[in-house]
């Protein structure tokens, strides 16, 4: 059974930073490509970042580039996501999922059950 945890959220202020993980079981993590997604209050589901099964290639939405950093450990079965540099418009349930290869679009074959990222005055 696939199963992916995602931890790390928050409610913080904007400029400040979190650092989401994600724990994978029930799949072959280490040949597969991941990805984050978010979904905002009242809105669809966005792709935020992808990220190669070896972790040699990345790709963040414009949105987010130069402030989110996605990351894997494949030793530890563990999908990261650093946040910095929070706005506003970055809150939302943040979801890490899995896909059928490389993909830079909010499809997804499995996703996890979210962890909320509040970025608020």
């Known amino acids: 059974e696939v199963q992916l945890v995602e931890s790390g959220g928050g409610l913080v202020q904007p400029g400040e930073s979190l650092r989401l993980s994600c724990a994978a079981s029930?799949?072959?993590?280490?040949?597969?490509?991941m990805k984050w997604v978010r979904q905002a209050p009242g809105k669809g589901l966005e792709w935020v970042s992808s990220i190669y099964s070896n972790g040699r290639m990345t790709s963040d939405a414009d949105s987010v580039k130069g402030r989110f950093t996605i990351s894997r450990d494949n030793t530890k079965n563990t999908l990261y996501l650093q946040l910095n540099a929070l706005k506003t418009e970055d809150t939302g349930t943040y979801y890490c999922a899995t896909s059928h290869g490389f993909d830079t679009t909010a499809k997804y074959t499995y996703r996890g059950q979210g962890t909320q990222v509040t970025v608020s005055v």
């Open positions: 029930g799949f072959a993590f280490s040949e597969s490509a």
